[in-house]
């Protein structure tokens, strides 16, 4: 009989098993406990009382290959070679020796690099690809972030206190490819224009049928136009989302007057305490204003000193908005209710509120 020939792919990551220091796999599914010692670092202790200290650094999306090897170095100096990256772009070392805690820090201090983001702090921002990459963007993603994280750095570093964790996040359009649905303060590029599209080239270089078949709301219709087969976009059904755009080039809509980025609060994966829950939209739009996006960071911060100045203990920015209300929260932000905040997409109707009851 043949041989059977064992498939391999290169698609997707290793087994986690493969790359699992030795001391979570010791302990896998037996830890007893986990503490913060102070910011940035935690400690994991098991049913054998094995330890495994987690030293979190700052990290970015966009990162250099000689950054790379700056941290690879340092995992074998410290951690046997082991560190992992958090799905928020921070790097953790994996120390079983807590006499590496602080050489260790003093080597990422003296490459620049912060060491905090554990517990009831800010961490680092997941963030999507903005203009540096991505064709769809509303916003930039990087550079907003460096702004942002440049503002709130004393609150991922402990130099100062929070009530609770607070995760930040950035996507660059409505496609989201960031956390910004579940993220405590999310910020979210938007495009506020339909398509322009360019009827010489849509027949040229478009399937027809795939670019209204890309359209989520059925905005898009075949039509002629002089002639020649094109698309016509339904503008008041439009939802500036790009989908078009990535089937079809023909069809642009960024625009450097009209693009810019909303705010929204209130999301969280967690299970404690309460559900997970969806972030809800705050401010609708702020333009555009780089290199330092100096309106969005004065929001954020804004934002963040509120919540911390008025939350109980371990509560999440949602949670704090709940026990207080929606219409207070908007009072206290100094944000005015404006048409943009009624849900009106046309399966809608399961977010709606159904009660008639306002609590204020
Ligand atoms: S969020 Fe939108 S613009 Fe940003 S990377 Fe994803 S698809 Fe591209
Ligand atoms: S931007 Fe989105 S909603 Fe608007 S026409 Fe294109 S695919 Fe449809």
């Not at 709130?152 to 130099?159: I, L, Q, R, T």
């Amino acid at each position: 009989m043949a041989e059977k020939v064992k498939r391999v792919t290169d698609i997707g990551p290793p087994h986690h098993d493969k790359l699992m220091p030795p001391i979570c796999k010791e302990n896998y599914g037996t830890w007893k406990y986990h503490e913060v010692l102070k910011p940035g670092v935690m400690v994991h202790v098991g049913a054998t009382g094995d330890k495994l200290y987690t030293v979190r650094a700052a990290g970015a999306r966009l990162v250099s290959i000689y950054r790379l090897r700056q941290f690879a170095d340092l995992a074998d100096k410290y951690c046997d070679g082991y560190l992992r990256f958090t799905s928020r772009h921070n790097i953790e070392f994996l120390l079983t020796y807590d006499a590496n805690i602080d050489p260790l820090i003093a080597d990422l201090a003296a490459m620049g690099v912060s060491v905090g983001g554990i517990g009831a702090a800010i961490t680092s921002i997941v963030h999507t690809q903005g203009w540096v990459h991505c064709h769809s963007a509303a916003t930039d993603a990087s550079g907003v972030v460096k702004a942002v994280m440049d503002v709130v750095h004393p609150y991922f570093n402990g130099e100062k206190k929070l009530p609770g964790k607070l995760r930040i996040a950035l996507a660059c359009c409505l496609n989201m490819c960031g956390a910004v649905h579940c993220s405590d303060i999310a910020i979210l590029g938007i495009h506020r224009k339909a398509p322009r599209t360019d009827h010489t080239q849509v027949a040229k270089i478009c399937e027809i049928p795939n670019v209204v078949s890309a359209c989520p709301t059925a905005a898009i219709r075949p039509t002629q136009v002089d002639g020649t087969p094109s698309v016509e976009v339904i503008e008041e059904q439009c939802m500036y989302c790009a989908n078009c755009f990535t089937v079809c080039p023909s069809m642009p809509l960024n625009d450097p007057e009209n693009d810019g980025v909303s705010i929204w609060v209130g999301g969280k994966v967690s299970n404690a305490r309460s559900e997970p829950m969806f972030s809800k939209l705050a401010i609708p739009y702020i333009p555009n204003n780089p290199p330092r996006w100096p309106e969005v960071t004065d929001v954020i911060l804004k934002l963040v000193e509120l919540w911390a100045a008025n939350a109980k203990p371990f509560e999440r920015m949602g949670e704090w908005i709940n026990r207080i209300t929606w219409p207070k929260f908007f009072k206290m932000a100094g944000i005015e209710f404006q048409k943009e905040h009624i849900d009106d997409f046309k399966h809608a109707g399961l977010t709606f509120k159904r009660s008639t009851q306002i609590v204020h």
